[in-house]
């Protein structure tokens, strides 16, 4: 059986994001970053909302073999990794109208699950052999796969700033266990790990 793992950065008061969908007041340092490799190296198959799909697609098809930049972080080393696996990996992106256009740098991994699909596709994933199934951001859609009973594990790395405001990371009541939890290193996030009560 394959786990599917939702990894998402979340401010101290629990927003995924800042008004207006603001990525930027989360705290995704190089510890984030890390974490998430390690996520990636275990993966078969990685989950996607639309728009995170096309807000990744766009980004990180050209870390990997960016010019050298020692004064960029977004081109470290664990990133060039991170998307060097990502360009292989085979993805599910979930929607009921999009193509992704065959200029996209992922049209050849990319498969498109509409939402009435999703939870057949994703049995039969979690059933079959390989790597986790791995959700990063898509905060609507791993909050419907959390409300399905579809969710393994969620990573919740958590900032230590309160913004006030913004995007709620859940939608909708949950209840989870915790498995564990640890400062993450050089950094002043704290991962903590729950799966479904």
């Known amino acids: 059986m394959r786990s599917l793992i939702v990894s998402t950065a979340v401010t101290l008061d629990g927003f995924a994001a800042g008004p207006g969908g603001n990525p ?20 078969g198959t990685i989950l996607l909302g639309r728009a995170s799909f096309e807000l990744f697609s766009s980004f990180w098809p050209l870390v990997a073999d960016a010019p050298e930049d020692p004064a960029n972080p977004a081109l470290s080393e664990v990133n060039r990794e991170f998307s060097r696996r990502y360009r292989e990996m085979p993805k599910l992106v979930v929607s009921d109208g999009y193509e992704v256009p065959a200029e996209n740098p992922w049209h050849g991994t990319t498969q498109v699950v509409r939402g ?8 039969a994933e979690k059933a079959g052999s390989g790597g986790d199934i791995v959700v990063f951001a898509s905060h609507v859609l791993w909050n419907g796969l959390l409300a399905d009973g579809l969710v393994d594990r969620l990573d919740l790395v958590v900032g230590p700033d309160a913004i006030g405001e913004g995007e709620p990371a859940f939608i909708r009541p949950v209840r989870l266990s915790p498995l564990d939890s640890r400062v993450l290193p050089d950094s002043r996030n704290v991962l903590n790990r729950y799966v479904p009560a």
């Open 24 to 43: 930027l007041v989360l705290n995704l340092d190089a510890a984030f970053d890390a974490h998430n490799l390690e996520l990636m190296r275990g993966a």
């Open 116 to 123: 009435g699909d999703l939870r057949r596709t994703l049995e």
